[in-house]
Antibody, heavy 118, light 108 residues
Framework: QVQLQESGPGLVKPSETLSLTCTVS????????WSWIRQPAGKGLEWIGH???????NYKSSLKSRVTISVDTSKNQFSLELTSVTAADTAVYYC????????????WGQGTLVTVSS | SYVVTQPPSVSVAPGKTARITCGGN??????VHWYQQRPGQAPVLVMY???DRPSAIPERLSGSNSGNTATLTISRVEAGDEADYYC???????????FGGGTKVTVL
């Protein structure tokens, strides 16, 4: 059974960089795309971006200048960096796998709350 | 960019049928995926490619997609179906997923 687990600081200061890692277990990391999605409290899902294990990335336009998503296949991990954070970046952050053939996001991590505050 | 629209809420009595819609321009030409998110939990894929169910999802859930509307139907609604439901499509122009705003299903 494929499992994803997010890890990283739960509190980040304004203007600093949010860094999260997602560890994949129970299945291969290769050949898939891997996504980050966030959800502010009481609001809907917002896709941030995804990375293919080939290294190809795609980011939401409004976040593109601040986002980097990378993958380390040797560690079965992929990561998110979001720079210059503000309170508007406070959210639960999820990592997820993109199913083959674009068949939806078929596996999700449990999510991790990141609060931006001084 | 492509936009999909969902009603904010749907209410349904136990044992009845809930229909959750997802509207978009010619959405019938796209594949629609649906997610269930119970309070405090991560989303779960409950329908993909319009009408395919993952193995763990009960047959009471079904999906359809035609014209400008995709629909997730929950038959014989149970208390455990109370959750937020999100539709999602891929915007082929940008190769990015687009989520609907979500529909809160309340079981009366």
């Amino acid at each position: 059974q494929v499992q994803l687990q997010e890890s990283g600081p739960g509190l980040v200061k304004p203007s600093e960089t949010l860094s999260l890692t997602c560890t994949v277990s129970g299945g291969p990391i290769n050949i898939f795309q891997w996504s980050w999605i966030r959800q502010p409290a009481g609001k809907g899902l917002e896709w941030i971006g995804h990375v293919h294990t080939s290294g190809t990335t795609n980011y939401k336009s409004s976040l593109k200048s601040r986002v980097t998503i990378s993958v380390d296949t040797s560690k079965n991990q992929f990561s998110l960096e979001l720079t210059s954070v503000t309170a508007a970046d406070t959210a639960v952050y999820y990592c997820a796998r993109v199913g083959l053939g674009g068949s939806g996001l078929d596996y999700w991590g449990q999510g991790t709350l990141v609060t931006v505050s001084s | 960019s492509y936009v999909v629209t969902q009603p904010p809420s749907v209410s349904v009595a136990p044992g009845k049928t809930a229909r959750i819609t997802c509207g978009g321009n010619n959405i019938g030409r796209k594949h629609v995926h649906w997610y269930q998110q119970r309070p405090g939990q991560a989303p779960v894929l409950v329908m993909y490619y319009d009408s395919d169910r993952p193995s763990a999802i009960p047959e009471r859930l079904s999906g359809s997609n035609s014209g400008n509307t995709a629909t997730l139907t929950i038959s014989r609604v149970e208390a455990g179906d109370e959750a937020d439901y999100y539709c999602q499509v891929w915007d082929s122009a940008s190769d990015q997923p687009v989520f609907g705003g979500g529909t809160k299903v309340t079981v009366l």
